[in-house]
């Protein structure tokens, strides 16, 4: 019969029993510049594999577009790169669901940014379409405060910089501010060097972004960026 939509019903069956055997993934990369620990990409393919493996799953993910461009700031202007990916979900019985397309957008800081992306992409989609729960809050940038408040910054006034720190600084400053959206600051934030992100000006410059990018919700201006575990 013409018009009729493809059986699916063995692929989401096995998706659901899939779900049913995803237990909580293990943090057990650590970014040592930062003090945290997260669930890295084989964190994440070493808990799902033998779970959809079972289930008779697999995900084909294959590149959809790709696009260069640049972010203009007050020093210049940045290399940037948006790749889209298309993620399907098939069964082993030839079903399959609709693919699906992610995109993420990263600094084109050399060959690394490929695979930055991939790896975000499908760890994303594993974790939303499986349901895999970290032991992260919803949206770690952010920790609710008393309604309609927002908790004051407690930070020591900065000490006196050095001239080319300060070039340093305002460099930074600006391409933090350039972010479009709280996934695009965190991964601005994840690249900036340690050193220049315990500057306490910086900091603040990363307080405003986050706080100006999510003016329906609460945020905690001194919560940590890398806090979610998800890394970039």
Request: proline share 6%; aromatic share 6%; charged share 25%.
């Amino acid at each position: 019969m013409t018009g009729q939509a493809p059986p699916i019903g063995e692929v989401v069956t096995s998706a659901a029993k899939a779900m049913a055997a995803i237990r909580k993934v293990g943090k057990e990369g650590r970014n040592e510049h930062d003090k945290y620990n997260f669930a890295s990409i084989d964190d994440f393919l070493a808990m799902v594999n033998p779970v959809c493996a079972e289930a008779g799953l697999i995900f084909p993910m294959q590149e959809d577009g790709i696009e260069d461009f640049t972010r203009k700031g007050k020093f210049g202007e940045s290399a940037w790169m948006r790749v889209r990916w298309q993620i399907t979900v098939m069964h082993i019985s030839g079903q399959s669901l609709p693919p699906v397309l992610r995109t993420v957008e990263v600094l084109r800081n050399g060959a690394q940014a490929y695979g930055s992306a991939q790896s975000y992409a499908l760890k994303q989609f594993l974790r939303s379409f499986l349901l895999i729960p970290t032991g992260d809050k919803d949206d770690a940038e952010l920790q609710a405060t008393t309604e309609g408040t927002i908790e004051p910054s407690r930070r020591a006034e900065p000490r006196r910089q050095s001239p080319q720190n300060d070039d340093a600084v305002d460099r930074a400053i600006d391409y933090i501010s350039a972010a479009v959206d709280i996934a695009d600051l965190q991964a601005s934030w994840g690249n900036l060097p340690a050193a220049v992100k315990a500057d306490a000006r910086v900091i603040a410059a990363k307080d405003a972004a986050k706080i100006s990018l999510t003016p329906a919700q609460v945020a905690t201006p001194n919560a940590d960026l890398g806090s979610d575990g998800i890394p970039y």
